[in-house]
């Protein structure tokens, strides 16, 4: 209990809010999407990151059965994984992998997200 409490203070002291997002696709994402003032408002859980996506895109609503899912949209393909930090060198390994242009660290999940038009760029956000 104690690691964890020292990693998420971690996390915390090195996470952004919108105000330090430059890139317009993420800016969107976590204002319109991951934190809008909808049921769950700025919940970071696994759960629900994966709801809000589907219900932002109008994709149906997967079954969660596994600690990680795939969700395609027309912004690009989705991969939400449950407790990033768990596996750390699995998580590092989708971070630098090539095929994931944008990831995001939201401690309690994590999203890697595939579109050819956005740069390389990791977010830990608040």
Known sequence: MYFCSV????HFLRAKT??????????????????????????RRYDDVVWRLSHYYG????TLYSPSITL?????????????HRNESQWQAFVDD??????????????AIANPHLSKQHFILR
């Open 7 to 10: 990693n998420r203070l971690q």
């Open 18 to 43: 919108q105000y330090n997002l430059h890139s317009p696709f993420v800016f969107r994402l976590y204002t319109e999407v991951l934190f809008s003032r909808a049921p769950h408002h700025g919940s």
């Open 59 to 62: 994709l149906p609503h997967p």
């Open 98 to 111: 090539s095929r994931w242009q944008v990831t995001i660290d939201l401690f309690d999940s994590g999203i």
């Open 72 to 84: 395609s949209s027309k912004d690009g393909d989705f991969f939400v994984v449950d407790h990033p």
